[in-house]
C-alpha cells in the first residue's frame, strides 16, 4: 500500500466517529491531517492524541453549513502543512420519524449540513486540486442514500444528494488525478445515534448488520491510498443497491424489516422516542 507520509487530509466532522477514526488512521499512516468540527474541545484532545502518537494534525473549529469555514479549513492545510491532497466530507447527523414528524426547519439544517456541507467543502477544495492537478474528494454518505429507509426519508435523501454530486463530479474528472469517492457505510457505532437522542430526543438503532467505526476508517485508508469511485466498507451492502434496481417492491419489505428503530417508536409522537 502507498504510504500517505508526503499528503495532506482534511477532515469535516472529525471531532467523532468517523471521522475522527479516519483522521486517527490516516495520520497513523503517515499522513497530515486537519480536523474540522464544532467543538473545540473534542477536537483539541484529538490533536494531542495525534501527537503524542508521532503524527501531524491542526484542528479548525468550523461549520460545514458556512462557505467561509470551509474555505478556511482548505487554506489551513496550506498554512499548516503546506499542500491538500484529500478532503473528506464527512460532518452529518439523522434523524428519524415520519415525514409529518420531520419538522421542515430540522430538513432544512439537515439537508445544509450534510448535502451542502459536502458541496461547500468541495467547492473550497476544487480551486487547489485543479491548480496541483490532483486531489481526492471523499464524500461520506450512507447505505441509506442507496437505498432510502422507512422513517429516515428526509435523512435518506441528503444521503441521496451527496452521491448524485459524487457522481457527477467523478464523470467531470474521469481520466484525470482528481479522484471522487463516494463511501455508503452502513450502521456504524458512532456518536450519531447519540447525537440524534442528544438534539432531537430519538432514541434509534439499528436493525439489521453493523460494523465498527474502525473498520470504515480502515476501508477509508484503504481507497486514500488506492482512490475508487465507490467505497462499501461493509461487504456485500454493495447487493442492497443492486437488488434495489432488480427487485425494488422486495427490497422495500426488506429495509422495513432491517433498517433503523422500530415502527411503534415510529408511530408514537415525537416525545415517544426518547
Ligand atoms: N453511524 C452510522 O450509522 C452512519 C452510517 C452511514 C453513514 N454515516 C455518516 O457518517 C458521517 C459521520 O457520522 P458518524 O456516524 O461518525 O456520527 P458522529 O459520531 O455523530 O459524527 C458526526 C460529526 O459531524 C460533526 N458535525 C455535525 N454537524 C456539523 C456542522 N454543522 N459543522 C461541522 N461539523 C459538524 C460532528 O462534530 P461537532 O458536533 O463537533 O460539530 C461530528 O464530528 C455522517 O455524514 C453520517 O451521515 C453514519
Do not use: W
Not at 204 to 228: F, N, T
Amino acid at each position: 500500500m502507498a504510504s500517505l507520509s508526503n499528503r495532506v487530509a482534511a477532515i469535516t466532522g472529525a471531532s467523532s466517529g468517523i471521522g475522527l477514526a479516519s483522521a486517527i488512521a490516516l495520520a497513523r499512516e503517515g499522513a497530515a491531517v486537519v480536523l474540522g468540527a464544532r467543538r473545540r474541545d473534542r477536537l483539541d484532545a484529538a490533536v494531542r492524541e495525534i501527537e503524542a502518537a508521532g503524527g501531524r494534525a491542526v484542528a479548525i473549529e468550523m461549520d460545514v453549513t458556512r462557505e467561509a469555514d470551509n474555505e478556511r479549513l482548505v487554506a489551513s492545510a496550506h498554512a499548516a502543512f503546506g499542500r491538500l491532497d484529500v478532503v473528506m466530507c464527512n460532518a452529518g447527523f439523522g434523524y428519524y420519524g415520519t415525514l409529518e414528524d420531520t419538522p421542515p426547519e430540522v430538513m432544512r439544517r439537515m439537508m445544509d449540513v450534510n448535502y451542502l456541507g459536502s458541496f461547500l467543502g468541495a467547492r473550497a477544495a476544487l480551486p487547489v486540486f485543479r491548480a496541483q492537478g490532483s486531489g481526492h474528494l471523499i464524500f461520506v454518505s450512507s447505505i441509506v442514500g442507496r437505498r432510502g429507509i422507512p422513517f429516515m426519508g428526509g435523512y435518506s435523501a441528503t444521503k441521496s444528494a451527496q452521491a448524485a454530486l459524487a457522481e457527477s463530479l467523478r464523470s467531470e474528472f474521469a481520466g484525470s488525478s482528481i479522484h471522487v469517492t463516494c463511501v455508503y457505510p452502513i450502521s456504524t457505532r458512532t456518536e450519531f445515534h447519540a447525537a440524534m437522542e442528544r438534539d432531537y430526543g430519538h432514541a434509534v438503532s439499528g436493525l439489521g448488520p453493523r460494523q465498527s467505526v474502525a473498520h470504515v476508517a480502515r476501508a477509508i485508508v484503504a481507497c486514500v491510498q488506492r482512490p475508487r469511485p465507490e467505497l462499501y466498507p461493509h461487504r456485500g451492502s454493495h447487493a442492497l443497491a443492486i437488488l434495489n434496481i432488480v427487485a425494488p417492491g422486495f427490497t422495500d419489505r426488506l429495509v422495513r424489516k432491517y433498517g433503523r428503530g422500530r415502527d411503534a417508536a415510529a408511530q408514537a409522537p415525537r416525545d415517544g422516542h426518547a
